[in-house]
């Protein structure tokens, strides 16, 4: 399978009046054609900024993007815009991210309107096609979003990431706001989709069971930088690094005979602005030593499983 | 007040609550005849969806409902036997923070931006156990040390905390008192995992110390599998299942239970495809008669359109559900 996506040390920094905020930090990973990669991790950790970044609503700081082998980080104009058909997103609160004042036909019809590429009768013959694909109901053609279930205003935003044909798609939390019974609808439509239309997606989440069960990679972010990735079943086989260790048992399972043991951290987040070199998990790892102070690189542990941890090997002999 | 830990039986017993929002000429049917009991000790876990009217119980419980709109219209709420819904208005504050106390969803807005979060845990103490303002601070900062924050912080302001340490306040401002019973109502849903395991593990260390009973309300089962011995299932209004943690996760009767937990993607099973429950919860305002759960439901029959019968299995565990009626036989699965 081709790349379809190459990410080399990319970096998103914010300036604050206390000094950089590292939100991306030297994050380098593919995403392969046709696969979902699940980026997870806590609030503030990145992984929306890392999203919008390869998108291009961010401006990276440094480092490259790579679009199909083509650097993406420094293109034209027109360029940028014919690339924005092929990379969409999904929002996280579909209450927001749809204008109040736009009927669900007409934010459907906007990219496409926009985009001059379709007559008018085809744009039509579109919307009807995209509502039918996510399951919106035509007589819903006239309705405002406040008229709409939060299910439905996904489906809406569903429709609008796809009118353009694109190739990537990030979905950005898309089912957080959702009722279990309604995630799964969407869960289910959004791999209808990916297999129908060979979509590749960035999966950003901070639902461990979610991920788990759509994604082929995962890659598990901590103050802007990767502490570890690899195929998505082997990471809850194995969760090699400390911190995934941690998380993964901060999720309360609703598996009674779960015997998993619960290790519990002390502390929270340290400030992501101007952080120090070392491991940024250190202050909270029950392991960090001196090396730690150091900093981290992403290594190959096993085949295709990535950690950036320097005490990897004495921990899990 | 008397040893906490001598407290035993009965606490909370909820008799056929109903509870109805009126306004513009609408009906909302926010709660619909929900029972349940408590004991002191217990830890009783309320799940449901959005809108099914578990933050009502909750309010309701504490007398705290805005009227208008909201119309108490039937039931009763005993505390150690005595009806809530008799006490006069102006003795329930009283017992609101004393000995009944809930902890909000939101810890961004629960808290006062302009008062210094000591001054907020003392608040309660200071007007219910009608003690000195040094000796208050004196328990404050003990209860501040009791949810895992360091007492240099209590003259902090809640801006300068984090989410998590803000939902620790908010805990302790509940926990001031040493109420019988603390509602918390999505106490965890801001938080991120690690910091609501940190969370959940100090309230379920706190409970068990204080032999108290716990109310908490959450759509995530993990988080009741984790700390609850009970749990209610609530569906428009209704509790439709209620039993033992283990009787309800690993024998669920309720179709709606069996949906649910069929539509969560799984920690250690593979599956290709999610089986989501069809449709959507039933408009307040227009509930069906009969199964409240019947449109959606892939076992229903005539016979659910029309009644819908409470289902004993003994040993507390229950389900409001035809399903398992004589009349229907066998019954599902």
Redesign the interface.
């Known amino acids: 399978m081709a790349k379809l996506i190459e990410l080399k040390h990319l970096k998103k920094y914010f300036p604050t009046s206390k000094g950089a905020l590292h939100a991306v930090d030297d994050v380098t990973f593919d995403i392969e054609e046709g696969t979902t990669m699940g980026v997870v991790g806590?609030?503030g950790c990145g992984k929306s900024t890392l999203g919008r970044t390869i998108i291009h609503l961010h401006e990276s700081t440094d480092g490259q993007i790579f679009y199909r082998g083509k650097d993406i980080t420094q293109v034209s104009k027109s360029e940028m815009s014919e690339l924005r058909h092929k990379m969409q997103i999904i929002f996280q609160d579909p209450n927001s991210s749809l204008n109040p004042r736009m009927t669900v036909e007409d934010t459907i019809r906007e990219p496409m309107k926009l985009s001059k590429r379709f007559s008018r009768a085809e744009i039509d013959d579109r919307v009807n096609e995209l509502m039918h694909r996510v399951g919106i109901d035509r007589r819903m053609r006239q309705a405002y979003p406040h008229e709409l279930?939060?299910?439905r205003r996904q489906r809406v935003g569903i429709a609008r990431a796809l009118a353009m044909d694109p190739e990537f798609i990030v979905c950005d939390e898309p089912v957080s706001a959702l009722?279990?019974?309604?995630?799964?609808?969407i869960?289910?439509l959004l791999?209808d989709l990916q297999r129908d239309h060979h979509l590749t997606y960035m999966f950003v989440t901070?639902d461990?069971?979610?991920v788990?069960?759509?994604s082929d990679n995962i890659c598990v972010m901590y103050l802007g930088q990767v502490v570890e990735i690899c195929e998505a079943?082997e990471i809850?086989r194995r969760p090699l690094h400390p911190y995934t260790q941690?998380?993964l048992?901060?999720?309360?399972?609703?598996?009674?005979n779960?015997q998993r043991e619960?290790i519990?951290?002390k502390g929270?987040?340290s400030s992501p602005i101007n952080p120090k070199p070392g491991c940024r998990f250190a202050a909270r790892c029950a392991y960090a030593c001196e090396k730690c102070m150091q900093p981290q690189q992403l290594a190959e542990v096993e085949p295709g499983h990535h950690v950036a941890c320097c005490r990897i090997h004495e921990l899990n002999q | 007040m008397e040893n906490a830990n001598q407290k035993s039986g009965r606490l909370l017993s909820v008799q056929n609550l109903s509870v109805q929002y009126e306004a513009n000429n609408e009906v909302v049917k926010a709660v619909n005849g929900v029972s349940f009991d408590l004991n002191y000790g217990e830890a009783l876990g309320l799940v449901g969806e959005t809108g099914a009217g578990k933050t009502t119980i909750a309010k309701a419980i504490l007398r705290i409902l805005p009227d208008p709109p909201a119309k108490l219209t039937g039931g009763k709420i005993l505390l150690d036997g005595e009806n809530l819904l008799d006490v006069p208005a102006d003795k329930m504050p009283e017992i609101r923070g004393q000995r009944i106390s809930m902890v909000f969803q939101d810890p961004m807005t629960a808290l006062n931006p302009v008062k210094r979060v000591g001054w907020q845990i003392a608040e309660g103490i200071r007007l219910h156990e009608h003690c000195s303002k040094a000796e208050a601070n004196e328990r404050a900062k003990e209860i501040l040390k009791l949810v895992g924050i360091s007492e240099d912080r209590f003259r902090e302001y809640p801006h300068q905390f984090s989410g998590g340490m803000k939902q620790r306040v908010v805990i302790a401002i509940a926990l001031a008192c040493n109420p019988d019973l603390l509602i918390a109502d999505e106490p965890t849903s801001a938080l991120d995992v690690t910091i609501q395991a940190q969370v959940l593990e100090m309230m379920g260390e706190l409970q068990k110390a204080k032999n108290s009973a716990l109310i908490l309300i959450t759509h995530d089962f993990g988080v009741v599998a984790k700390s609850c011995d009970k749990v209610g299932v609530v569906y428009a209004g209704e509790i439709i299942e209620f039993g033992t943690i283990r009787q309800v996760f690993e024998e669920p009767k309720h179709p709606y239970t069996k949906g649910l937990f069929e539509a969560i993607p799984s920690m250690s099973l593979d599956v290709d495809r999610l089986s989501p429950i069809r449709g959507l919860p039933p408009d307040p305002t227009n509930l069906p008669s009969g199964c409240k759960f019947a449109p959606r439901c892939k076992y229903r029959t005539e016979r659910c359109r029309q009644a819908v019968d409470e289902h004993d299995f003994g040993d507390g565990h229950r389900c409001r559900c035809c399903m398992y009626s004589e009349e229907h036989g066998e019954g599902g699965k």
């Not at chain 1, 009722?179 to 609808?185: G, H, N, P, T």
């Not at chain 1, 048992?249 to 009674?256: E, G, K, R, V």
Request: charged letters at 20%.
């Open positions: 806590e609030s279930d939060g299910g009722d279990v019974s309604i995630q799964a609808q869960l289910n791999q901070h461990m069971s979610v788990r069960h759509l079943k809850f941690v998380l048992s901060a999720i309360p399972s609703t598996d009674l779960d619960r519990i951290t929270e987040l």
